[in-house]
């Protein structure tokens, strides 16, 4: 589950989760897709750049 807002400004960066993975599983280059969702801030790509799915992992356990 992606936070809804940037740790360090704020910014809602969940909406655009969706589309990010989608594009980027299907061979675009992550910079150019952050570019054109309009994230450039870079405490925000950094948080959809390092983000990793756990809830799929954590679920059995519950």
Avoid: N
């Avoid at 589950?1 to 599983?25: D, H, L, N, Q």
Wanted: some cysteine; glycine content about 6%.
């Amino acid at each position: 589950m992606i936070p809804v807002r940037c740790f360090s400004c704020g910014k809602v960066i969940s909406a655009s989760w969706e589309e990010f993975k989608a594009r980027t599983e299907a061979g675009e280059d992550a910079g150019k897709v952050l570019d054109d969702l309009g994230i450039t801030r870079y405490c925000c790509r950094r948080m959809l750049l390092s983000h990793i799915e756990l809830v799929d992992v954590i679920a059995p356990y519950q």
